[in-house]
């Protein structure tokens, strides 16, 4: 008996890793030698390929496909139907199979990524960004940043607890949870621990 659910009409292939507490619902799919972590959902018709990595506590929604070469830190949110890729010039006359060919993108800790979003592949999304719903993500993302549009543009700052911060010059505390937060001079925003 497993530590961990799996609804009966998912596979997870010999060779992967699930962590305690984690659910795979629906037509789920995880391939050999992808490791995911505890307590996290995969939604309906989740596909986790080979060698990805996925931390503790991340909430995959229904639809999503996380490609080799694409690694997601703790608490990471992905919204329904929302798309990585792993190949910056794709060809099916010339494939690129295997990982000297993917792109890597990183999500960093409590990101989260609004339904219907496209993760274009070699970036990062920095700690707790918000990418908004459709938006396709071209660059770096800093941690915190509000990113819209397409391609997406940084618009302000979120909280770690999601709450968009009020427009505000050099420091503020979030109207939600209290935490603080300063500019630094490069303009990206940093969590001040002293509350």
């Known amino acids: 008996m497993s530590d961990f659910f799996v609804h009966e009409s998912a596979y997870i292939d010999k060779g992967a890793a699930v ?29 986790i390929q080979s060698n990805v990595k996925i ?39 010339y494939p690129q199979r295997g990982s000297q060919f993917y792109a890597k993108t990183l999500v960093r800790e409590g990101a989260s990524i609004g339904a219907n979003a ?24 800093p941690d915190y940043a509000l990113m819209v549009g397409i391609p997406a543009k940084r618009v302000g700052w979120a909280c770690e607890c999601g709450e968009i911060l009020p427009v505000f010059e ?11 937060y300063y500019l630094e001079e490069n303009g990206w925003l940093i969590h001040d621990v002293q509350k």
């Open 118 to 141: 496209t993760i274009v592949c070699g970036n990062t999304i920095g700690r707790h960004a918000l990418i908004g719903s459709g938006a396709v993500v071209t660059c770096d993302v």
């Open 55 to 93: 931390g503790n506590h991340c909430k995959i929604q229904n639809n999503v496909s996380v490609y080799e070469g694409v690694i997601l830190e703790d608490y990471v949110f992905c919204g329904p139907s929302m798309v990585f890729t792993n190949v910056i010039d794709p060809r099916c006359k």
């Open 19 to 47: 962590g305690r507490g984690s659910s795979i619902w629906h037509f789920s799919h995880i391939m050999s030698g992808a490791e995911l972590g505890e307590e996290c959902t995969l939604g309906q018709n989740v596909f």
């Open 170 to 180: 050099s420091n503020i505390l979030c109207p939600r949870c209290n935490l603080k």
